[in-house]
């Protein structure tokens, strides 16, 4: 059989555009990763470096969290700092046109305040994008007996996006959030979540995400009822 090109660009289109992963999100296999939701990127105003979408998006991520502590799903935050001098950064970070204003921040990094980080939940401090690039993340979801990660915050098309292509690559299930994820330039946005729904994540809302994981608890606590 022969394929012609229209057929397979519009195929790939419908992937890019409707495709969907395969499994569902059960609240007993997840784990939340909230990337990066610090002042540096979240407090209006702040700092050169603010995604004010990520600020309009904060209370509904604020949701998701409180959702997942609900349902007993493990909420792990990052911060992308400057670890161990900047020594256990990529060596070619310093080439890239990284935007770079100069601007020093005053003080530790810190998750924004609004977010409502707990300090009985794990963070991350992270040298580059990815949250398992020299991180302990691995290890601790796999103590955690976890095999599926809910990736949200910010920037989608860089730390959150290096998150669940990394998760991918090491034999997790990923979810990635439409509506709890942020970029700086909000044209970016659905090209990167079009990328990661063909080819890495299961793509859901924050509304899409809360149905699974109440679902499935609720079906849990039906089951043992009956039993």
């Known amino acids: 059989m022969a394929y012609s090109e229209g057929w397979v660009t519009e195929r790939a289109r419908d992937g890019y555009q409707h495709g969907r992963a395969s499994f569902g999100v059960r609240p ?32 509904r991520l604020r949701q998701l969290v409180e959702t997942c502590r609900a349902a007993s799903v493990p909420v792990i935050w990052t911060i992308f700092d400057d670890t161990h001098l900047g020594l256990d950064r990529p060596h070619a970070l310093q080439y890239l046109p990284h935007s770079d204003t100069g601007w020093c921040r005053p003080g530790p990094a810190k998750v924004w305040g609004p977010m409502g980080y707990r300090a009985d939940e794990a963070l991350i401090r992270k040298p580059s994008y990815g949250a398992f690039y020299d991180t302990p993340l691995d290890t601790m979801l796999r103590n955690l007996g976890r095999d599926t990660v809910i990736v949200t915050g910010t920037l989608t098309n860089y730390c959150c996006g290096t998150t ?11 979810v990635v959030g439409s509506d709890v994820t942020a970029t700086d330039d909000e044209s970016r946005q659905e090209p990167e979540l079009a990328v990661l729904r063909k080819g890495f994540a299961l793509v859901l809302s924050a509304e899409e995400i809360t149905h699974q994981l109440i679902g499935h608890a609720s079906g849990t606590r039906n089951r043992a009822n009956v039993t």
């Open 28 to 59: 007993e296999r997840s784990a939340l990763l909230v990337i990066d939701m610090q002042d540096e990127f979240t407090r209006p105003g702040w700092s050169p470096y603010w995604v004010p979408a990520a600020t309009r998006m904060a209370p």
């Open 164 to 174: 669940a292509r990394q998760a991918y690559e090491r034999g997790y299930k990923v």
